[in-house]
């Protein structure tokens, strides 16, 4: 138990006036107070804690103090700390140098979570091969007449690149355009903007032409269809004259002899079907102006449409020439006319 100690009376202070210096010192002293609890105040009372983020992406050319710290004051963060890396490329922040910088704007105790640096990549628009050569096309097309569809540039050296800011989003062209005619070789300048960004390529422009290929192996007689084939463009100069650029044309048409997937197809490799099989009863007409006979027969040979065959009259047991124009059907007489129509509607 604590002793109860006596109430004593109180002693009367003594006041002593404040000099001018004194008053002074005080309204300095509580400036300072004040400027510092308004700093400080609202971000108390947001809650607002400062954390160094992870792996930035850069869209420009620094790396402003919100980039690479959450919860900035808005007031800084804005406010260029480090260049960033080259267009493309990838580098690394130390976190205490970080934390240096933002002590110098008055800002302590950011949370690094154990980082010890901040990787940083360098966003870039990537103009690859692809445009580069749609771009050279272009400008041969304009300044030298030639076809961009019958072209195709081969550029030297390994794929190129051109790496350029974000915002240069417009179409690639190429400029300063050299072609010579003899050994097909052109060189450029590949530019985005007003040449913000450029590469210089060169290659050879290599003219080019559509083959029909077949997609899938074909034995003698078997005829093709439209999903049998596809259409590559192949160098002019690889490929044989009397090649099949147009499959609409061969769709139908029989093989003549076996054919490879992946070939390229020559006109001597299909043919039109046979409208008249050897052995097969077949219709002989004879047309001349106001006269029009038809008689039965039978092919003593195999034929397609404008072929000439031999056939025996049924009756007579005569042999005959006659030319194939239909399905079943042959002409004899002074000027046979072949029908194609009849021919388009009976290759399938």
Do not use: C, W
């Amino acid at each position: 138990m604590h002793a109860l100690r006596p109430i004593r009376r109180p002693v009367p202070l003594a006041v002593t006036p404040l000099s001018r210096g004194m008053i002074g010192r005080t309204v300095l002293a509580l400036a300072a107070f004040l400027t510092v609890t308004l700093f400080t105040l609202p971000l108390m009372a947001a809650g607002t804690t400062l954390r160094l983020r992870g792996d930035v992406t850069a869209r420009g050319d620094t790396l402003s103090f919100g980039d690479l710290v959450e919860g900035a004051p808005a007031d800084l963060a804005a406010r260029a700390l480090f260049r960033a890396p080259a267009l493309g490329a990838v580098g690394t922040i130390q976190a205490r140098r970080i934390i240096e910088a933002a002590a110098a704007l008055g800002l302590t105790g950011i949370e690094t979570g154990g980082r010890l640096q901040v990787t940083v990549q360098r966003a870039a628009r990537r103009v690859g091969a692809t445009e580069i050569e749609a771009a050279l096309k272009r400008a041969l097309e304009t300044g030298y007449g030639l076809d961009p569809k019958s072209l195709s540039v081969r550029l030297d050296g390994d794929a190129p690149m051109l790496l350029a800011p974000l915002d240069l989003d417009g179409q690639a062209a190429a400029v300063d355009i050299t072609y010579d005619p003899r050994t097909r070789r052109v060189a450029g300048l590949v530019v985005l903007g007003e040449r913000q960004a450029s590469l210089r390529v060169a290659g050879v422009a290599v003219e080019t032409r559509e083959v029909a290929v077949l997609t899938r192996s074909l034995n003698r007689g078997e005829a093709i269809a439209s999903a049998d084939l596809t259409v590559e463009r192949r160098p002019r100069d690889g490929v044989p004259n009397d090649v099949q650029g147009a499959p609409t044309l061969v769709v139908g048409q029989v093989a003549q002899r076996p054919l490879s997937a992946g070939a390229v197809l020559r006109s001597g490799d299909v043919a039109p079907p046979d409208l008249v099989a050897r052995g097969d009863s077949v219709a002989i007409v004879f047309e001349t102006p106001g006269v029009s006979l038809s008689l039965r027969g039978i092919a003593n040979e195999s034929g397609r449409i404008g072929a000439s065959v031999s056939v025996t009259n049924a009756a007579s047991k005569k042999v005959l020439q006659a030319v194939v124009i239909a399905p079943g059907r042959v002409s004899v007489g002074p000027a046979p006319q072949p029908q194609p129509i009849l021919q388009a509607s009976a290759a399938p």
